[in-house]
């Protein structure tokens, strides 16, 4: 087991490319990051695993569409008869030089992004305007943002005068033989089982864009051999998590059945 420099283990993560020097020269240079890719290739994983490395404190972020500003940063709050004032973990990211991750920033709405700005460019600060403070983002302290260039769309895309605020790294889905050993050691299932099934997800990622919108993620793989390993019948776990997840349409789930049945058989 690895463990980190504050003696903390560090998760597992495969590296494909140089990604994790550069996470760390951009750490070391005080520059955000942005990581682009499809959903469940590894990107969080990849987070939590260069934290851990870096011996900081991670803070997650989930963005959806009711996201604001104030759930980064905070808000006054009634405890007890009083009005006190409670950080978010954006704010608390900050304050702590840790690593801040907002996951599929993209969902969250228009005012957080603008939050992020004076973060991001030589100022490193977060103005609170509510508590008339301004922090000042200690050496550590690192700003992460990730989203899925396969779902953007007018209303949802990241403006150029934010996406050029960021040092950029694309992810994809590892070459077979590199996600046949990831799955392999994640699921506990024995290499031979798991190659059919990386297969398998290759052949269903081709058809992105034709009958789905996104392929078999790296994450799905390893919840279907997880399935198998524990005693499920391959075909079952294979439509559990490889078929069921992808599509609600009974003509595209039989179109895929049959590409798993001439697959793998």
Known sequence: MTTGPDGMAVPFYAATGNEVALFEHAHRNRLPVLLKG???CGKTRFVAHMAARLGRPLHTVSCHDDLTAADLTGRYLLKGGDTVWADGPLTRAVREGAVCYLDEVVEARKDVTVVLHPLTDDRRILPLER???TLEAPPDFMLVVSYNPGYQNI????KPSTRQRFVAISFDFPAPEA???IVARESGLEHNQVAPLVRLANA???LKGQDLEE?????LLIYCATLIRSG???GDAVL???VEPLTDDDEVKAALLRTAELTIG
């Not at 209303?155 to 990241?158: A, N, R």
Request: proline share 7%; aromatic share 0%; net charge positive.
């Open 215 to 219: 392929g078999v993620s790296t994450r």
């Open 131 to 133: 508590t008339g403070e």
């Open 38 to 40: 499809p959903t469940g």
């Open 240 to 242: 559990a998590a490889m």
């Open 204 to 206: 269903l990622r081709a």
């Open 179 to 181: 996600e046949t050993a």
């Open 155 to 158: 209303l949802k895309s990241l």
């Open 232 to 234: 499920l019948p391959r």
